[in-house]
């Protein structure tokens, strides 16, 4: 219990600190630059800690290659039905992404 909620505050904190960069930096830190440093910085930061807490089972291994294999078997159709709905290049890959990755607002769709 007490491990769940230190989890939960610890990201919260990182939510903290993007707010207060926002405050003290304004228009000088875009959102564009809060991204970059979200990717960066704070997100493998977060994954390094949780890698450390956590005991290493197989799970950790198999379970992104299982994702992996999910991601490409969809991504060849929708790459095909992408092609025969949009003419524009853009559009296209928007559709193609969109379709499967859940947080799209990461990589600049919004």
Not at 70 to 81: E, R
């Amino acid at each position: 219990m007490i491990n769940t909620l230190m989890s939960i505050l610890f990201v919260y904190v990182f939510i903290l600190l993007g707010y207060i960069a926002k405050r003290i930096f304004k228009e000088d830190m875009s959102s564009k630059t809060l991204t970059l440093f979200s990717v960066y910085f704070l997100q493998p930061f977060v994954t390094v800690w949780g890698f450390s807490t956590a005991k290493l089972e197989l799970a950790h291994i198999y379970t992104p290659l299982i994702y992996l294999g999910i991601i490409f078997l969809l991504l060849l159709p929708t790459i095909a039905l992408g092609k025969i709905i949009f003419s524009d290049p853009k559009e296209r890959s928007i559709f193609s992404i969109a379709g499967f990755v859940g947080n799209t607002g990461n990589i600049g769709i919004p």
